[in-house]
């Protein structure tokens, strides 16, 4: 599959949870597949915290491949043979949509004069777009992560114009752990001088140690302890002896320095301030006067819920927060925690379990929306 | 209970696990209580990372209260009045002993040219103490996370002179999950400028901000989710709404702050690098062809091995590696997970569970040590 930067320029305002309104919208997106004549077949996906539109295709950009190519694509799980598939960059991201780098009203980049997002912000964002396809309601919406939040979102605010939804690996609300975590990785970027006080741009500079050690910090959550044990263990990089220094003796830290070093490549400094934020933000019930039930009570279309069980980021028992929380709304719900030692990050990789699950739950959904 | 910094000035060379030879070496150290004519009464307490020889008075240097006030002192479960307790800053560190802030042959602070330490070799810096102190055999050796580690290095490497040992918390090597956190950590000291290649002494700077992220990141491990949940939750920080910025809006990314600049102030940012890398250096069962049980075959004292359910960073499974291998070597040992929800921090706090078991465990060694 192929794909570009395809850019959409909304001279609209779009108003902000923070009240401020932004004006215009830029929308970087992508589609896979055609919308049929009803346009009922459309699959919006989310992507997480640093990914991007590039569901099914390779990053024209980066070069880097599609992050969900092994179940988005012709014949795939998610087929883009049948489903006409929707991903765009987030509010507040690096690849084509309004965010901090972008150039703001008065020609220079916002920097940290963009206003501070939110998910439902994003959402808000999303549906501009999907207004502007021409889609009154979609077939399914998925997500794992900060998609799973952005799914949980627009069944909320949006209940009638989802058919099926799917939170992958989520939350209801961001924990006191994960806020920390994101906390130390904004302090780490905003600890580099080069960060300028977020004038980076104008200033000719980047924050990327900052940025790397944010990256090397969030990538740890994402993976399981066992699974670092598995792919790494005490191993040595490249040497048989420990080096009695300060260089990458393990190959655990030879693999985390490159994780930060290629991460600061393809991602903005302050995108990542924003972004993290806007998670911090999410607490679902708190526009419920904190009753999650009643976020849902006016969905009638199908949801799935996953979790996997080695994920520490997300746990299982957020997932089945979310899952009761349904049950105690009506939803017709299923759930699944997917066996795995390859905690939060196995969202993105081949787990049969996961798949098998999502492939039975469109075949429902199909089924009920009479695909 | 008051203390000074006494500091003991040793002209010896002590021979380092890299091949290096430190000298002089100096030991800051403290005692409380007093050594009985057998010399048969004496407590080594083995500190964590970031603790100091203060472990029953207060810090004279930075006032800090002792970190185990609660379990040392006169008539407290290790009693003072009968016990003769020894606790010294561990070689690498900054609070008296032996480390990068020191000054070196040439005149001026090593720095970088501080050889690289690891366990063993803090081991025998305390030995050289333990030797000063005219103390034969030890009554017990106790030490909780890092401190355990060198409880293990002193039964493996001088079985003799050791009664009782005690590690808390701790590990016989440190996991892949535990090297990345601590690189996060090393990379954030490493990324501020002010660092200068480890020579900050020289240049009259310090990386304040990058110990500070480091220390905010080591913070979240020691604490569990729960903890972090009971003590924060998602509570604001003097303030009824989010304030759509990058200020602190949550009560836990203010404490995170206020423990990483209160770190920076009693802590050597080079200290922290070195001290880390011994940790990730550990492995004791590779000394022993990887069998960890012949670590402990010479050792015939009594063991007890103390592990916390909610500990993430030193989980209760590192410690159950460690009974099995001394149960496997013969070892009179009794292992303990106490049930807690306060992560791996709980081996300083008030637990009444943990507590007793080290009443029983010292009373049954003083009735095997005759005392």
């Known amino acids: 599959m192929t794909s570009a930067l395809q850019i959409l320029r909304l001279d609209i305002g779009l108003p902000l949870d923070s009240g401020a309104v932004l004006s215009p919208l830029e929308i970087g997106y992508e589609t896979w597949g055609e919308l049929n004549a009803a346009k009922s077949n459309a699959v919006l996906i989310c992507h997480a915290l640093t990914g991007d539109q590039f569901v099914a295709g390779p ?11 092994n179940l988005v694509g012709p014949g795939q799980i998610i087929d883009t043979d049948r489903y006409f598939v929707v991903c765009s960059n987030v509010l507040g991201g690096c690849m084509g949509t309004s965010g901090p780098a972008s150039i703001g009203p008065d020609g220079q980049p916002y920097g940290l004069s963009f206003p501070v997002i939110t998910i439902a912000d994003m959402v808000r964002a999303q549906a501009a777009l999907v207004d502007h396809l021409g889609i009154e309601r ?26 099926a939804a799917m939170p992958i690996a989520s939350a209801a609300r961001h924990s006191a752990q994960n806020i920390a975590f994101h906390e130390v990785g904004r302090q780490a970027v905003m600890a580099d001088p080069d960060w300028q006080g977020g004038a980076y741009q104008a200033k000719g500079t980047r924050p990327v140690k900052g940025l790397s ?22 191993r040595l990089q490249d040497r048989n002896e420990v080096a009695f220094g300060f260089d990458a003796d393990f190959q655990i830290e030879s693999y985390l320095r490159y994780q930060g070093s290629r991460f600061v490549d393809r991602f903005d400094a302050n995108s990542y301030l924003y972004i993290t934020r806007a998670m911090d933000y999410f607490d679902l019930a708190a526009g419920f006067n904190g009753r999650l039930s009643d976020a849902f009570t006016a969905f009638k279309g199908r949801a799935c819920v996953v979790s996997f069980s080695s994920d520490w980021h997300y746990p299982p028992a957020d997932s089945r927060h979310i899952t009761r929380a349904m049950i ?44």
Do not use: C
């Open 59 to 69: 990053n024209p950009v980066t070069g880097q491949p599609a992050w969900w190519a």
């Open 138 to 163: 979609l077939f399914a919406v998925i997500g794992g992560s900060m998609g799973g939040m952005q799914v949980l979102e627009w069944i909320a605010s949006r209940p009638e114009r989802v058919g």
């Open 213 to 234: 050690v944010a990256r090397m910090a969030a990538h740890i959550t994402y993976l399981s302890d066992a699974a670092l044990h598995r792919k790494f263990g005490r």
């Open 328 to 371: 105690g709304a009506g939803v017709e719900v299923s759930a699944f925690e997917v066996e795995t030692d390859k905690g939060h990050d196995a969202f993105l990789l081949d787990e049969p379990q996961f798949h098998e699950a999502m492939a039975g739950f469109l075949a429902a959904s199909a089924a009920d929306q009479g695909l």
